[in-house]
């Protein structure tokens, strides 16, 4: 059982002091080094990936996304295993303020697979914050492929292949992000969410 306390979701996003986008291009660094050497393909989701698309930091970021298909998580569970990282699900959340506490419990690749979880939380051993973002991690499903729709279970969503791929590798600092067509996001996100809301227009922007 780990204890994390996050900052909360801000209704109106807004923007990064310059210490504070110091302090994410540093954990960003760590992160795509953490992308890059993974034995199983590991893909970059999520608000946070539309900003390093274009370049520029669209809106606050509060958490990482990050997508493994079913089939890799067994060795992706054994690359993040050996650099201190471990698998957890949500049980509970407390709110305090302006702060979350999160109740996460430990799971592993197989009892992810055998129960069907789809979101998971990834956090190192030795950082009760979860290198101070939380960092999401979403399993999809990988049983139909290769058909034209495939499924990813956490929102039930079928996602058409043409708006996940094609992938775009993005360099950053010490490694790269595998980053999915932004279009894919659309299935997810909801206009009446602020930050969602930012997220949608630059897709909006990008398809024109």
């Known amino acids: 059982m780990k204890l994390l306390l996050n900052d909360r979701r801000e209704q109106t996003p807004s923007g990064y002091s310059a210490q504070e986008e110091s302090d994410l291009a540093k954990q960003l660094d760590l992160l795509a080094w953490f992308s890059a050497k993974s034995t199983a393909p590991v893909y970059l989701t999520g608000g946070l990936s539309l900003s390093l698309l274009q370049g520029d930091f669209h809106r606050r970021h509060h958490d990482v996304d990050f997508i493994v298909f079913e089939s890799d998580l067994p060795e992706f569970g054994k690359y993040a295993d050996k650099l201190g990282y471990d698998f957890f699900t949500r049980t509970a959340s407390i709110r305090l303020a302006s702060k979350t506490l999160q109740l996460l419990m430990p799971t592993s690749s197989q009892d992810i697979i055998a129960s069907r979880k789809r979101h998971l939380r990834l956090v190192h ?45 993005v360099p950053y600092g010490s490694g790269n992000f595998l980053i999915p067509n932004p279009a894919h996001l659309s299935y997810f996100k909801k206009p009446t969410d602020a930050a969602s809301a930012l997220d949608l227009q630059l897709i909006g922007q990008a398809k024109a």
């Open 125 to 169: 051993r030795a950082d009760i914050s979860g290198l101070r973002k939380n960092i999401d991690l979403f399993v999809y499903d990988t049983s139909n492929l290769d058909a034209p729709r495939f499924v990813q279970n956490y929102g039930g969503a079928k996602i058409p292949r043409d708006s996940f791929y094609p992938i775009t590798a």
